[in-house]
C-alpha cells in the first residue's frame, strides 16, 4: 500500500489516481490525521511508500504543517512533491527560503546527476548532453540548502533545487507536479516511484474487489435490513446494486423524486432496478411537495438547502416505515471521503454546497453501510458493469443532487422544468447520436484517435440551462416572445477545472433547430463559451 499525505494540495486526488491506475492501492490521509494509519501499515508490514503532497501553506510560516516524523522512520521510500518536498526538506534539515518570484505553470528543468527515480525519463536533451524535462511547477518557496545525504536530481534556473534525492534511504523531493499531466513524463515518474523504488505490487482489481466486497457486507451486516437512498447516480445505482448482490431482499432502496430530474428518468430507474434486478425499491413521487417548498426562493445556495432539507425529510419518512432497518447505506466514494476530510480541517474551499443525505444516521439510530468509500469515480464504474448494470447508465455524465432545481436560473417552476427537460434530453440524443468525424480532427475540435466516438462520449458534462429571460422571435408569421436555454458542454478530468467543449457547429445547429422547432415555448438558443475557472459548470 502506498500512504499518501495531504497538505492541501488542488491536485492531491490526482496523486491517488495515477496510483491506482498502477492497481496499487493507495488512500490519502490530512497530514495532521496520518499517523494512526501510518503506524497500523507500517506494523501489518503492508506500507511500501509514503508520497506527501503538495500544499498552499509556506514552510517559512511560523506555524504550517509537517509531516509526521514517522514517515522518515518507516524504513520505506518517501516522495515529496512541491510543499511536500519543502516540509522534506525542512524536517530533515535542509533550509527553505520564500521565494520572491512565483513560478507557475510550465517550466523546463534539467536533469543532474543519476538518479533511480529519473534515470532514463526525459523529454529532449540540450547540447551538452543533459536530460530535459517539461514539468509543471507551482510554488512561491524553494529550497536553498538540502538536507545531509542528498543530491542535487534537477535544477531550473530560477530554482536551483529543483529536486533532491537521497537514493540510499529512498527520500525523493520534486518541486513540480508529476501527477499532473502538463508533466509529461509525471506517470513515468510516479511509476518509477510506487512501482520500481517502493516494489509496490499491482494486485488490486475489481473482480477481486466484487468478491471482497460482497463478503465483508455479508458479514457486516448479518441478517439485518438496510436502507438505501437511491438518486439513480452513478454511485448509489452501483452501491445499490452491490449491496443487493451480497444479501438481496434484505436491502430496501428508497427513491425520492423531487421533480427535478431529467426526462424520463424515473421510470428508467424503476425499470433497471425494480424490474430487471429484481431490487425492492418505494418510489416516492414527491414533485408537488418539492414545487411547493420552492415557491419564492430564488438563491442558488437558497435553493440548495431547501432542495437537501425537504429531501432528508422525505427520507426520513419513508425509510421510518420500513421496519427493522439496522443500516443506512449510501453511495460514499473515496473523493466524497477526502472532500469531507478537507472540509472538517478547513483544507478546502467550499465553492458551492453539495447536498447528500448527510445527518441521518443520527436521527434514524442507524448504522452507516458504505461499501465504495475506497474507490474512485472510474473504479466505481467499472463496478458497475461487473455486477450488470447497463453501460449506459453506469458512464452517464454526473448530474446534481438537486437537479434541474440548479439548472433553472432563479425560482424553480413546474412549467419550466419541462421546457428545459424536453430540451435537454434533444442536446443529449443529438450529443449521442453524433459521431466526430475526420473533418472534425482537422479542425481540432478532437483528437485523430477521437474519430468515430459520439460527442456525448467526448464530453465530461453536457446539458441545458433554462434562463428566465425572454427574448423576440419569429416564426412563420408570427411574432414570438419566449424564453432561451442555454447548452453547456464541458471537457475535464477532475471536474475542478473545465475546458467548454468545441463541437460541431453543424451539431449545435442541428440541436438549436430541433429544441425550437419541438419545444413550444423556447425560441432561442445560446452556446456556453466560459472555462472554469473563471466560471462554474453549472450556472447557479
Ligand atoms: P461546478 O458547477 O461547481 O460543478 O463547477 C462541479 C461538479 O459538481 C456538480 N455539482 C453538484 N453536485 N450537488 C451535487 O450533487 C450540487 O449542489 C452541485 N453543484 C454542482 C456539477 O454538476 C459538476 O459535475
Redesign the pocket.
Known amino acids: 500500500k502506498i500512504l499518501i499525505i495531504d497538505f492541501g494540495s488542488q491536485v492531491t486526488q490526482l496523486i491517488a489516481r495515477r496510483v491506482r491506475e498502477m492497481q496499487v492501492f493507495c488512500e490519502i490521509h490530512p497530514y495532521d490525521g496520518a499517523e494512526e494509519t501510518l503506524k497500523a501499515w507500517t506494523d501489518e508490514k503492508s506500507l511500501r511508500g509514503v508520497i506527501l503532497s503538495g500544499g498552499p501553506s509556506s514552510v517559512t510560516e511560523a506555524e504550517t504543517p509537517r509531516a509526521p516524523h514517522l514517515v522518515f522512520e518507516a524504513g520505506v521510500p518517501v516522495l515529496g512533491i512541491c510543499y511536500g518536498m519543502q516540509t522534506m526538506a525542512e524536517q530533515l534539515g535542509g533550509a527553505v527560503d520564500a521565494g520572491h518570484v512565483r513560478e507557475f505553470g510550465h517550466a523546463r528543468v534539467r536533469a543532474r546527476g543519476h538518479t533511480k527515480l529519473l534515470e532514463g525519463i526525459e523529454d529532449a536533451r540540450n547540447e551538452e548532453g543533459h536530460g530535459l524535462l517539461d514539468v509543471w511547477m507551482s510554488h512561491g518557496d524553494k529550497v536553498t540548502q538540502m538536507p545531509e545525504g542528498f543530491v542535487l536530481m534537477a535544477s531550473t534556473e530560477s530554482c536551483p533545487v529543483a529536486a533532491m534525492a537521497d537514493d540510499w534511504r529512498g527520500f525523493y523531493g520534486v518541486q513540480w507536479h508529476p501527477e499532473v499531466t502538463h508533466t509529461k513524463q509525471g506517470s513515468a515518474m510516479l511509476q518509477r516511484f510506487v512501482i520500481d523504488i517502493c516494489k509496490a505490487r499491482g494486485d488490486w482489481t475489481m473482480p477481486g474487489f466484487v468478491d471482497e466486497a460482497v463478503s465483508r457486507i455479508r458479514e457486516q451486516v448479518g441478517q439485518d435490513r438496510v436502507i438505501l437512498g437511491l438518486s439513480g447516480?452513478v454511485d448509489s445505482s452501483v452501491a445499490a446494486a452491490l449491496i443487493h448482490r451480497a444479501i438481496g431482499d434484505q436491502l430496501t432502496c428508497v427513491f425520492v423524486d423531487h421533480g427535478l430530474l431529467r426526462l424520463n428518468e424515473a421510470e428508467q430507474v424503476m425499470d433497471i432496478f425494480a424490474r430487471n434486478l429484481g431490487v425492492r425499491v418505494v418510489h416516492v413521487d414527491a414533485s408537488a411537495e418539492f414545487m411547493g417548498e420552492l415557491v419564492g426562493v430564488s438563491d442558488p445556495e437558497a435553493k440548495?438547502k431547501v432542495?437537501?432539507r425537504e429531501f432528508v425529510h422525505l427520507f426520513q419518512r419513508e425509510a421510518g416505515k420500513i421496519e427493522d432497518a439496522k443500516w443506512l447505506a449510501q453511495g460514499t466514494i473515496y473523493p466524497d471521503v477526502i472532500e469531507s476530510a478537507g472540509a472538517k480541517g478547513k483544507k478546502a474551499h467550499t465553492?458551492?454546497?453539495?447536498?447528500?443525505v448527510g445527518g441521518l444516521p443520527d436521527t434514524l439510530h442507524l448504522k452507516l453501510l458504505e461499501p465504495l468509500r475506497d474507490l474512485f469515480k472510474d473504479e466505481v464504474r467499472e463496478l458497475g458493469v461487473a455486477l450488470g448494470l447497463p453501460r449506459e447508465m453506469v458512464y452517464r455524465?454526473?448530474?446534481?443532487?438537486?437537479g434541474l432545481?440548479?439548472r433553472i436560473l432563479g425560482e424553480v417552476k413546474a412549467e419550466h422544468a419541462d421546457l428545459l427537460r424536453r430540451a435537454d434530453a434533444i442536446f443529449i440524443e443529438e450529443l449521442r447520436g453524433t459521431k466526430a468525424t475526420a473533418r472534425d480532427a482537422a479542425a481540432d475540435l478532437c483528437a485523430e484517435g477521437d474519430v468515430g466516438r459520439n460527442w456525448y462520449d467526448l464530453t465530461?458534462?453536457a446539458?441545458a440551462v433554462f434562463l428566465p429571460v425572454r427574448s423576440v422571435g419569429v416564426m412563420g408569421d408570427g411574432r414570438t416572445y419566449e424564453h432561451v436555454v442555454a447548452l453547456r458542454a464541458?471537457q475535464?478530468s477532475d471536474?475542478?477545472t473545465?475546458h467548454w467543449a468545441h463541437l460541431p457547429h453543424e451539431l449545435l445547429g442541428r440541436v438549436s433547430n430541433r429544441i425550437i422547432n419541438e419545444v413550444r415555448g423556447l425560441n432561442r438558443v445560446v452556446y456556453d463559451i466560459s472555462g472554469?475557472p473563471p466560471?462554474?459548470?453549472?450556472?447557479?
Open positions: 447516480g440548495r432542495i437537501g465553492i458551492k454546497s453539495h447536498h447528500n455524465h454526473p448530474f446534481p443532487g438537486p432545481g440548479v465530461s458534462q446539458f464541458v475535464t471536474f475542478m473545465a472554469k466560471a462554474t459548470i453549472e450556472w447557479e
